[in-house]
């Protein structure tokens, strides 16, 4: 393991002082997966006082100064170092009260969360894993360190910290951490939306994404519960051979792994059990569940805090994620219309995920429509096609200089012109455009 040029100057500065010094944590565990880590964390038996003095000459910022962290700033990048602790009751399941300055490497490493994450290593005296980190990674297991029922009162965010990492590792969860996951759940009730936002995404975005949601979906429904109503529904429906929740989560594996596509699936079909009908032959049909999931995406999506254009983005995949393409260039021209082309490419990755997540009836034929509607949307984005009213060869001022002057006269006259376009029945050409405009005018 080579530990990089500023983080060793660190380490070894600290020892030069007389003092421990360790690189410590998730470099650790991404270095022995053979990952270049992100960021360098550094432990150490120095007080932050004494880490202040060692580093003098450098830029230094008390970023988590009660809690022992030192930012040591070299070339604009912050290192954080901190001192061996125990820290004290947990009360909020987040934050300790307390920390407790030791000067024993152990018992630092016996409060971190899990045992991958409980490895430190420095060039002088080699790997420091009092906890089976290093097995652990070997078998590929995630474990908490000590009782992870503690563990997960201390910091209920570790429950999803264990999933996201079995996510995007493809780890497996121990069994004891993982009946703790299930046993402390309701736990994340007392952690901040922003927080759990953002395991959430990295954790849908993991390759093990679909066996995490299948696994922990009573966890997932802690902090939306709408997606409770899913579990085991009978889609009963020859279009389809998983329920409800497990056709979301295949289809949640299936797309690429972005946070927008990754999100768009788990909520396109979530609202199907609220307006499920059955017909005489027993079969159910989910009418209008594109827009009752989007309303829920909205709501959820929002309790989490995500940014507004996350979920306007989701909302509008959702609300035609299930849009049936018949093969015309025109209705192409209008749905991209109503999305842009970058969310048109979107739509999409949704349709073929969300066809390959149904059953094998009709399959080929869906498939076959996704795959020519993407390539009229190609021919029409080559060919600079007009399908919006930006394209247009008129404009409202246009209009006006012609003699239509009232505003709400301009804005249906453009979109019969636009329609008109779309629908090739006119040219996108200005004198032809006016004059049609003329006498739709006339005509209205």
Same mark, same amino acid.
């Given at each position: @393991?080579?530990?990089?040029?500023?983080?060793?100057?660190?380490?070894?500065?600290?020892?030069?002082?007389?003092?421990?010094?360790?690189?410590?944590?998730?470099?650790?565990?991404?270095?022995?997966?053979?990952?270049?880590?992100?960021?360098?964390?550094?432990?150490?038996?120095?007080?932050?006082?004494?880490?202040?003095?060692?580093?003098?000459?450098?830029?230094?910022?008390?970023?988590?100064?009660?809690?022992?962290?030192?930012?040591?700033?070299?070339?604009?990048q912050?290192?954080?170092?901190?001192?061996?602790?125990i820290?004290?009751?947990?009360?909020?399941?987040?934050?300790?009260?307390?920390?407790?300055? !030791?000067?024993?490497?152990?018992?630092?490493?016996?409060?971190?969360?899990?045992?991958?994450?409980?490895?430190?290593y420095?060039?002088?005296?080699?790997?420091?894993?009092?906890?089976?980190?290093?097995?652990?990674?070997?078998?590929?297991?995630?474990?908490?360190?000590?009782?992870?029922?503690?563990?997960f009162?201390?910091?209920?965010?570790?429950?999803?910290?264990?999933?996201?990492?079995?996510?995007?590792?493809?780890?497996?969860?121990?069994?004891?951490?993982?009946?703790?996951?299930?046993?402390? /759940?309701?736990?994340?009730?007392?952690?901040?939306?922003?927080?759990?936002?953002?395991?959430?995404?990295?954790?849908?975005?993991?390759?093990?994404?679909?066996?995490?949601?299948?696994?922990?979906?009573?966890?997932? /429904?802690?902090?939306?519960?709408?997606?409770?109503? =899913?579990?085991?529904?009978?889609?009963?429906?020859?279009?389809?051979?998983?329920?409800?929740?497990?056709?979301?989560?295949?289809?949640?594996?299936?797309?690429?792994?972005?946070?927008?596509?990754?999100? !768009? @699936?788990?909520?396109?079909?979530?609202?199907?059990?609220?307006?499920? =009908? !059955?017909?005489?032959?027993?079969?159910?049909?989910?009418?209008?569940?594109?827009?009752?999931?989007?309303?829920?995406?909205?709501?959820?999506?929002?309790?989490?805090?995500?940014?507004?254009?996350?979920?306007?983005?989701c909302?509008?995949?959702?609300?035609y994620?299930?849009?049936?393409?018949?093969?015309?260039?025109?209705?192409?021209?209008?749905?991209?219309?109503?999305?842009?082309?970058?969310?048109?490419?979107r739509?999409?990755?949704?349709?073929y995920?969300?066809?390959?997540?149904?059953?094998?009836? @009709?399959?080929?034929?869906?498939?076959?429509?996704?795959?020519?509607?993407?390539?009229?949307?190609?021919?029409? @984005?080559?060919?600079?096609?007009?399908?919006?009213?930006?394209?247009?060869?008129?404009?409202?001022?246009?209009?006006?200089?012609?003699?239509?002057?009232?505003?709400?006269?301009?804005?249906?006259?453009? /979109?019969?012109?636009?329609?008109?376009?779309?629908?090739e029945?006119?040219?996108?050409?200005?004198?032809?455009?006016?004059?049609?405009?003329?006498?739709?005018?006339?005509?209205?």
């Amino acid at each position: @393991m080579k530990i990089p040029k500023n983080p060793d100057f660190i380490i070894r500065r600290l020892q030069d002082a007389g003092y421990e010094a360790y690189a410590v944590g998730g470099c650790i565990r991404d270095s022995l997966l053979g990952i270049v880590p992100h960021d360098w964390d550094i432990c150490t038996s120095a007080k932050p006082a004494e880490i202040k003095a060692c580093f003098a000459d450098c830029d230094t910022v008390d970023i988590g100064i009660q809690h022992g962290t030192v930012a040591v700033i070299l070339d604009r990048q912050p290192y954080e170092v901190t001192t061996y602790r125990i820290d004290g009751e947990y009360k909020d399941n987040r934050h300790p009260e307390s920390v407790t300055f !030791t000067s024993n490497l152990r018992e630092d490493l016996a409060r971190r969360d899990f045992t991958v994450n409980a490895i430190a290593y420095n060039e002088e005296s080699g790997i420091a894993d009092f906890y089976g980190g290093e097995s652990d990674l070997n078998k590929r297991l995630i474990r908490c360190v000590g009782n992870p029922d503690e563990r997960f009162r201390e910091d209920a965010l570790r429950i999803l910290r264990a999933l996201r990492f079995a996510s995007c590792y493809s780890f497996a969860i121990e069994r004891n951490t993982a009946a703790a996951v299930h046993r402390n /759940a309701r736990l994340l009730r007392n952690i901040a939306s922003e927080r759990i936002q953002a395991e959430l995404v990295r954790l849908l975005c993991g390759d093990g994404a679909e066996e995490i949601l299948n696994g922990f979906r009573d966890v997932f /429904a802690v902090f939306i519960p709408e997606l409770a109503e =899913t579990f085991d529904f009978d889609q009963k429906n020859k279009h389809h051979c998983y329920d409800v929740f497990h056709h979301i989560t295949h289809s949640v594996g299936l797309i690429e792994s972005d946070p927008i596509l990754r999100l !768009t @699936m788990l909520f396109h079909d979530i609202a199907k059990p609220l307006v499920c =009908t !059955t017909d005489s032959r027993g079969a159910r049909h989910f009418k209008g569940h594109q827009l009752v999931s989007a309303d829920i995406a909205r709501n959820a999506l929002s309790r989490l805090r995500f940014p507004s254009e996350t979920i306007e983005t989701c909302v509008t995949l959702i609300i035609y994620h299930d849009v049936r393409f018949n093969g015309t260039v025109p209705q192409v021209k209008r749905v991209l219309n109503k999305l842009g082309d970058e969310n048109m490419r979107r739509l999409f990755k949704v349709q073929y995920a969300d066809t390959l997540s149904q059953s094998e009836y @009709m399959r080929e034929e869906k498939l076959r429509k996704i795959d020519t509607a993407k390539a009229q949307f190609e021919q029409v @984005m080559a060919r600079q096609e007009c399908f919006s009213l930006r394209q247009l060869a008129v404009n409202g001022r246009d209009l006006i200089a012609a003699g239509i002057t009232d505003g709400r006269e301009i804005g249906r006259v453009l /979109a019969f012109l636009l329609d008109s376009v779309i629908d090739e029945a006119l040219p996108n050409e200005k004198a032809a455009l006016l004059s049609a405009a003329k006498e739709y005018s006339e005509k209205e």
